[in-house]
């Protein structure tokens, strides 16, 4: 056995310094069409979406057990889980991939890589981004070719980065999609501080057993 050096990360499995050097970004094999794609399947209420459906390639068709089209804002979100069923995290990655960071309000996306005329660029970014779910935003960094697409719910945005990640607009491009890092704003990061701690404490109130017909604990404390 080789010997690791510095921190092993539990929360990636592997020690500090592995996964640096990635490869180069690669074109998808695949991508999702939603209007072609989506589907029956036997997901229930409360089943998580399918990655393989979002990225294209779900061989199970309509026998798998996960749903086969995008978030819709009747979903529930689950804080502990993307829209995908995997952990979050406290922290986000090194890279700003993965499933991103519970502490955060994960809805905005980092596009790199685009190319299309100045003029053009937000109108070609929405057109394809808005496939995925409602978008909020979209702020175009004109000369750099880069474009920050923010959804209205965090599942459309889950859902948007798989689906996106390595695929083309209009031009032969690779898209580079990851999650984009905080804004730097005290006001904003306040806002998005006070919305995560609403959106926690609202699930656990959910979670809270009722006690008789005037509801949880919680009810029964303001009664007294």
């Given at each position: 056995n080789v010997e690791q050096a510095g921190t092993y990360n539990i929360w990636y499995n592997r020690w500090g310094g592995e996964?640096?050097?990635?490869?180069?970004?690669?074109?998808?094999e695949r991508r999702c069409n939603m209007k072609r794609d989506m589907g029956y399947t036997k997901a229930q209420p409360g089943?998580?979406?399918?990655?393989?459906?979002s990225r294209g390639c779900c061989m199970k068709g309509h026998e798998c057990n996960q749903w086969h089209?995008?978030?819709?804002?009747?979903?529930?979100?689950?804080?502990?889980h993307d829209c995908f069923g995997r952990e979050r995290f406290s922290n986000d990655r090194e890279d700003m991939g993965g499933v991103g960071s519970f502490e955060r309000d994960?809805?905005?996306?980092?596009?790199?890589?685009?190319?299309?005329?100045?003029?053009?660029?937000?109108?070609?970014?929405?057109r394809h981004f808005s496939d995925w779910g409602e978008i909020e935003h979209i702020n175009v960094l004109f000369?750099?070719?880069?474009?920050?697409?923010?959804?209205?719910?965090?599942?459309?945005?889950e859902f948007a980065r798989e689906a996106?990640?390595?695929?083309?607009?209009?031009?032969?491009?690779?898209?580079?999609?990851?999650?984009?890092?905080?804004?730097?704003?005290?006001?904003?990061?306040a806002t998005k501080k006070?919305?995560?701690?609403?959106?926690?404490?609202?699930?656990?109130?959910?979670?809270?057993p009722r006690l008789g017909d005037r509801g949880?604990?919680?009810?029964?404390?303001?009664?007294y």
């Open positions: 996964g640096k050097k990635h490869k180069g970004l690669e074109k998808a089943s998580a979406f399918c990655l393989h459906f089209r995008a978030p819709l804002p009747e979903d529930r979100e689950d804080q502990a994960n809805r905005t996306l980092y596009v790199g890589n685009i190319k299309a005329p100045t003029s053009e660029m937000e109108a070609v970014v929405r000369g750099k070719n880069v474009a920050f697409v923010r959804y209205v719910r965090r599942y459309n945005a996106m990640y390595g695929q083309s607009l209009d031009s032969n491009e690779v898209l580079n999609v990851r999650w984009a890092t905080d804004d730097p704003n005290p006001r904003v990061i006070r919305k995560v701690e609403e959106h926690i404490s609202e699930t656990i109130q959910q979670k809270l949880t604990i919680l009810d029964y404390e303001n009664y």
